[in-house]
């Protein structure tokens, strides 16, 4: 079975000796509840509203970094990140989570196993405008290739780092939780970089 390197990510849903935290059971729960059609719909509510987040800042407010409190799913050192870099950062997981739901469904190779999601899944750089395009495009693909699948529950499975064993359906699943989180985040940057072209700060 598949499994991914550890991540930060893990502290905040820190797993008892015995087996899995609450929270953790809690998102596999509600995996196992979501529907396939809820899943899809949550993919495309979360992408629509973060590129709305960006394109109501415009292109220099976007570049800019703006630290924000804590929030679930966010590690510390991406809590200083400008919004062009959370949606390279979504760009680049989402690809990973599209790799494993085509191997689960058998039409993909192996992802990399050596994939690092500490370092692996960082911005390169100077994020730009460009990530705008690459951030639609990667969710436009995600959903156009499981499009084609009926049935994507009782597949063979790979390890997420922190909520265990994932078949297709539960990565699809993932993806939309994945984009929420970092839209709350992208909420909180707008917010902050607000207050401050506002002077408030």
Known sequence: MQKWRKCKLSEQFTTHPGGMSLIQ????????????????RLIRVECDRTLAICRGLGDELCAASAEIPALLGVDEEMRSWSLFQILEHNTI??????????FALGEGPEPDPDFDVKHDVLPAGDSGPDQVAAFE???????????????????????????????????????????????????????????????DL
């Open 25 to 40: 059971k809690i998102v596999r729960f509600k995996f196992l509840a979501t529907s396939r059609a809820a899943a899809d």
């Open 93 to 102: 997981v989402n690809h990973r989570i599209t790799e494993q739901v085509l």
């Open 137 to 199: 495009e990667s969710v436009d693909e995600h959903l156009r290739k499981v499009a084609g699948h009926s049935r994507l529950r009782g597949t063979p499975e790979a390890d997420h780092p922190l909520f265990g064993p994932f078949d297709a359906h539960k990565w699809n699943c993932m993806f939309g939780f994945h984009l929420q989180l970092h839209r709350k985040q992208a909420e909180a940057v707008a917010k902050r970089l607000k207050t401050k072209a506002n002077g």
